[in-house]
């Protein structure tokens, strides 16, 4: 099983302050999802990465397949991007989630 | 498009009871799947499908079955609920990279 690990657990920020998930995983992958869980619960998808770098608006993900790493940024936080972001790491039909990073943003 | 649709969003169950958990989708997506959700242990996966008539286990399927008859359903089989079996199910499709979720549905076994 791949284990995913994802930090921080909770975070905390500002208004405007500039963002850093980290996620890490133990077994090679072929592709590594971005989700976003709103506090009613509903889950989107951020993005999909195998390689390299995407970005979307304000948010910037980035993935480092030789150190198993991966990062999703945010830039000029909003109250609005207040939300858990899960990171889950594909292995064949497989995913595995790691536990999610709870974010509030306050004004 | 609908997307992702799950019913019910609520269930209460008693030890012992059956049920299943109704997932479909219209965006003629071959990779369907669900996931539980539970506090501090981040979403699992439970049974997934690759396409009609081909479903295989995830990483926790014990207690549920899975069908998959057409591409649009994919059902979730508790054929003997459990309190164990409390938890958010999430039923999910995949297409270019892209998952798309159900709303969940939140279910408690008394």
């Known amino acids: 099983k791949n284990e995913v690990e994802q930090s921080p657990q909770n975070l905390t920020a500002q208004e405007g302050e500039f963002i850093t998930i980290n996620c890490s995983y133990s077994v090679g992958i072929s592709a590594l999802h971005w989700l976003q869980q709103h506090p009613g619960g509903g889950i989107v998808s951020l993005f999909m990465l195998s390689s390299g770098k995407k970005k979307h608006g304000r948010l910037i993900a980035t993935i480092n397949i030789q150190e198993k790493h991966s990062s999703l940024h945010i830039t000029a936080s909003h109250p609005r991007d207040s939300a858990v972001y899960i990171c889950a790491a594909v292995s064949g039909y497989a995913l595995n989630f790691g536990k999610g990073t709870s974010l509030l943003v306050t004004p | 498009n609908a997307g992702v649709t799950q019913t019910p969003k609520f269930q209460v169950l008693k030890t012992g009871q059956s049920m299943t958990l109704q997932c479909a989708q219209d965006?003629?997506?071959?990779?369907m799947s669900w996931y539980r959700q539970d506090p501090g242990m981040g979403l699992r996966l439970i049974h997934y499908?690759?396409?009609?008539?081909?479903?295989d286990q995830g990483e926790v399927p014990n207690g549920y079955n899975v069908s998959r008859s057409t591409t649009e359903d994919f059902p979730l089989r508790l054929l003997s609920a459990a309190p164990s079996q409390t938890s958010v199910y999430f039923c999910?499709?995949?297409?270019?990279?892209?998952?798309?979720f159900g709303p969940g549905t939140r279910l408690t076994v008394l």
């Open positions: 965006m003629n997506h071959e990779y």
């Open positions: 499908s690759v396409g009609a008539g081909i479903t």
């Open positions: 999910a499709s995949i297409y270019g990279g892209e998952q798309f």
